[in-house]
Nanobody, 121 residues
Framework: QVQVVESGGRLVQAGGSLRLSCEVS????????MSWFRQAPGKEREFVAA????????HYINSLKGRFTISRDNAKNTVYLQMNSLKPEDTAIYFC??????????????WGQGTQVTVSS
């Protein structure tokens, strides 16, 4: 059974930093690209950042480049999101996603339950 478990979210003041973690079990972790998404109150879920299976390729939503950094430790089956210079508009539930598309085009996609990040002004 695949489990995707986020942690690290909490209340933080504007300008502060947080590191979110996402630990995955039940699959071959380095077969999967990993991503972070977020959903603010009253808004749709949006892409934040993604990292390839070996960490060599990373992508970010343009508005967050320079403040957020995604990384992974395949030995620990864990992906991280380092968030710096946090702003109140970063307040959201942050979700972790594991995604794999095989050579035959079969897709495997798993989500965590999310971790709440609240940034106070």
């Amino acid at each position: 059974q695949v489990q995707v478990v986020e942690s690290g979210g909490r209340l933080v003041q504007a300008g502060g930093s947080l590191r979110l973690s996402c630990e995955v079990s039940g699959l071959v972790f380095d077969d999967y690209a990993m991503s972070w998404f977020r959903q603010a109150p009253g808004k749709e879920r949006e892409f934040v950042a993604a990292i390839s299976w070996n960490g060599n390729s990373r992508h970010y939503i343009n508005s967050l480049k320079g403040r957020f950094t995604i990384s992974r430790d395949n030995a620990k089956n864990t992906v991280y999101l380092q968030m710096n210079s946090l702003k109140p508009e970063d307040t959201a539930i942050y979700f972790c996603n594991a995604n794999r598309i095989t050579g035959l085009g079969e897709e495997f996609d798993y989500w965590g339950q999310g971790t709440q990040v609240t940034v106070s002004s």
